[in-house]
């Protein structure tokens, strides 16, 4: 029987459409555990379906007029796993690439007022976000981390000339795309001043600004995730904070740091989140990540500067405190950190593949 596919494309936009689908994740448990489809469901049946158990399915029960779409980590599985149910009567495909291809899949979210437009852009298995900025007909790009094609659409749609793009920090969990905006849109590309990396940027220090459009927007130093670690503030209302705060934690301080340099980078942080406390409470954060797979909802991934200050138990401690818990509570190091941190900081990854690396969820945050 020939098993039909579903590209990631396709898949993207039915959720895109709202159209009713099942996904039905056939991975092992701590693969799931890991990173997984919005509104999946799952069914821990991989090594049944390896050992050739056709009778993994016999106690489940679907909805037959409901297309089905079986998910793996690269597609083949799964194959067998939609064979299976069409056999049983079911309209079944399998994601073609597993989720190491859904790793590409995004989504959007906007928010405006009357000088400018901020389009969230979302991979939504990974959790990170990237930002196209529009403000009359020009437009900055920060943190781009899906292949150029995708923001000269999404200027085009808006009707945007990207006048500047930037990065927030030197990325350790997926291979940044700014320097490849930079080539197919000859955009000026800012970055910390001193920032470590071996590619020409423009400086971009402390406290300085630059207009786009009818908006400005400011530099704000807030090392501690890493030392470059620069928040972008927007017409002083938006606050694009990169790894430095997420809506549920904070940045880590640890990446290619011992103990002592962790301590020294988990003091920093706090001084940086101090700056951001300072800001109007009403300040919108806009983070680098997520920590959970994104709903095709279109709600913004945000909260106050007030709300996330209320509520995230870090950012209530004392310094000292601060450093003993974000030290304390720091997650597992990201697979292949060191290598994606490596290129990142050469602008150049040619002759790798960005699949092979950035697979698996993000864990830039502590919570």
């Known amino acids: 029987m020939s098993t039909q596919e579903i590209t990631v494309a396709e898949l993207q936009k039915m959720f895109q459409d709202g159209k009713e689908v099942v996904v039905l994740d056939i991975r092992p448990q701590e693969q799931r555990e890991e990173w997984q489809i919005a509104s999946s469901v799952h069914k821990n049946v991989y090594n049944g379906l390896v050992n050739g158990d056709k009778t993994v399915f016999d106690d489940t029960a679907f909805d037959k007029d409901t297309p089905i779409v079986t998910v793996c980590a690269g597609g083949k599985t799964s194959l067998i796993a939609a064979e299976i149910l069409n056999g049983k009567g079911y309209n079944a495909s399998s994601l073609q690439g597993g989720m190491k291809a859904w790793n590409y899949a995004w989504n959007t979210a906007e928010i405006k007022d009357e000088n400018v437009t901020i389009v969230q852009v979302r991979r939504v298995a990974k959790g990170c976000i990237s930002y196209i900025i529009g403000s009359d007909n020009e437009a900055i790009i920060v943190d781009a981390s899906l292949d150029p094609s995708v923001y000269l659409e999404l200027a085009k749609k808006y009707g945007w000339t990207i006048k500047y793009v930037m990065d ?114 009403s300040t919108a954060v806009l983070p680098a990540h997520t920590s959970n797979a994104v709903a095709f909802d279109k709600e913004l991934i945000t909260d106050t500067v007030s709300n996330l200050f209320g509520k995230i138990e870090l950012l209530k401690l004392s310094q000292a405190e601060f450093v003993e818990q974000t030290i304390k509570r720091i997650p597992a190091t990201p697979p292949n950190y060191i290598q994606i941190a490596t290129l990142n900081r050469s602008g150049s990854y040619e002759g790798i593949n960005p699949a092979d690396l950035e697979a698996g969820a993000n864990r830039c945050a502590v919570s």
């Open 168 to 281: 927030t920090h030197i990325h350790a969990d997926y291979i940044s795309r700014t320097i490849e905006l930079v080539k197919a849109t000859e955009a000026t590309q800012l970055f910390t001043e001193g920032a470590d990396v071996e590619y020409p940027f423009t400086p971009f220090k402390d406290g300085q600004s630059i207009l786009f459009g009818e908006s400005e927007l400011k530099a704000i130093h807030t090392p501690g995730h890493t030392p470059e670690s620069i928040s972008y503030l927007i017409n002083e209302k938006y606050l694009l904070t990169g790894d430095t705060l997420f809506t549920n934690g904070v940045g880590r301080p640890d990446l290619k740091a011992d103990q002592k340099q962790a301590v020294q980078k988990a003091n920093q942080l706090f001084a940086s989140l101090e700056k951001i406390k300072a800001l109007n409470g």
